[in-house]
């Protein structure tokens, strides 16, 4: 219902990826304006922070999300823990109010000493410093269009295997390799640790998809929409709010 009222009532409606935008005309035949994120690039990061973590440069794999169902945590854990990988994987994030959910992640890494819970970092450099320097960025995120997290990691040119949707295909185009089971993920995870060379590769190409996500562009698009508002065009009411399959019946 808040779909549908966005909807008809907007003035603009603002996709953040292709396949929001393909969403909002296929389920209403509405019309958007797909302006993305800005990646934020890391040509020469440090890593004196990540020390007080035990951690060393390019000598562990790295997961960024919220405890959420959606962004696949636990099957990115048991897939990692299915791997005969030697570098740890650190995992960052939680929710307070997901009690359930945390649970099946402690569950799905059981006694590994190979997979780190290390909770939310709220120091931005060191999570940087985790970005730019991990061996490979795991993103298990499947629904919201272009994820921040995701710009983070290509923009500091890190390898990333992701979860197989749509909205991460159109971020790292042939940069990524894709996961949809465990299983599929143990795999990539080995091929890594088996082929540097294959994961240096992938890292400059996910660096180059990042120049596709600048702030200066995105700044210029938002400005040329408001321009466009305060200039009286407007979309309001020129889609229902009904979606097409409800109008078919």
């Given at each position: 219902?808040?779909?549908?009222?966005?909807?008809r009532w907007s003035d603009a409606l603002i996709a953040d990826a292709r396949g929001i935008q393909d969403y909002y005309r296929d389920e209403f035949g509405a019309d958007?304006?797909?302006?993305?994120?800005?990646?934020?690039?890391?040509?020469?990061?440090?890593?004196?922070?990540?020390?007080?973590?035990?951690?060393?440069?390019?000598?562990?794999?790295?997961?960024?999300?919220?405890?959420?169902?959606?962004?696949?945590?636990?099957?990115?854990?048991?897939?990692?823990?299915?791997?005969?990988?030697?570098r740890p994987l650190v995992v960052v994030g939680g929710a307070p109010y997901a009690d359930e959910y945390t649970n099946r992640i402690r569950a799905a890494a059981g006694d590994d000493p190979r997979i780190r819970l290390i909770g939310?970092?709220?120091?931005?450099?060191?999570?940087?410093?985790?970005?730019?320097?991990?061996?490979?960025?795991?993103?298990?995120?499947?629904?919201?269009?272009?994820?921040?997290?995701?710009?983070?990691?290509?923009?500091?040119?890190?390898?990333?295997?992701?979860?197989?949707?749509?909205?991460?295909?159109?971020?790292?185009?042939?940069?990524?390799?894709?996961?949809?089971?465990?299983?599929?993920?143990?795999?990539?995870?080995?091929?890594?640790?088996?082929?540097?060379?294959?994961?240096?590769?992938?890292?400059?190409?996910?660096?180059?998809?990042?120049?596709?996500?600048?702030?200066?562009?995105?700044?210029?698009?938002?400005?040329?929409?408001?321009?466009?508002?305060?200039?009286?065009?407007?979309?309001?009411?020129?889609?229902?709010?009904?979606?097409?399959?409800?109008?078919?019946?």
């Amino acid at each position: 219902r808040a779909e549908g009222l966005a909807v008809r009532w907007s003035d603009a409606l603002i996709a953040d990826a292709r396949g929001i935008q393909d969403y909002y005309r296929d389920e209403f035949g509405a019309d958007t304006n797909q302006i993305a994120y800005g990646a934020p690039v890391l040509d020469q990061p440090n890593h004196d922070l990540i020390g007080s973590l035990g951690l060393e440069p390019g000598d562990f794999h790295l997961l960024v999300a919220r405890f959420e169902p959606e962004n696949h945590v636990d099957l990115a854990v048991a897939g990692y823990r299915r791997s005969s990988a030697a570098r740890p994987l650190v995992v960052v994030g939680g929710a307070p109010y997901a009690d359930e959910y945390t649970n099946r992640i402690r569950a799905a890494a059981g006694d590994d000493p190979r997979i780190r819970l290390i909770g939310p970092v709220w120091d931005q450099a060191l999570l940087d410093q985790l970005y730019a320097n991990a061996y490979t960025y795991i993103h298990g995120h499947s629904v919201g269009g272009t994820n921040p997290s995701l710009l983070r990691a290509i923009g500091a040119g890190t390898a990333t295997l992701a979860y197989d949707v749509v909205f991460n295909r159109e971020v790292l185009r042939t940069a990524g390799r894709f996961f949809s089971k465990e299983e599929d993920l143990a795999a990539l995870v080995d091929r890594a640790e088996a082929a540097p060379e294959e994961v240096v590769r992938l890292g400059r190409c996910s660096r180059q998809e990042a120049a596709r996500y600048d702030w200066d562009d995105v700044a210029k698009r938002y400005e040329q929409l408001c321009e466009q508002l305060a200039a009286g065009r407007s979309q309001k009411g020129q889609a229902s709010g009904r979606r097409r399959a409800d109008q078919a019946g």
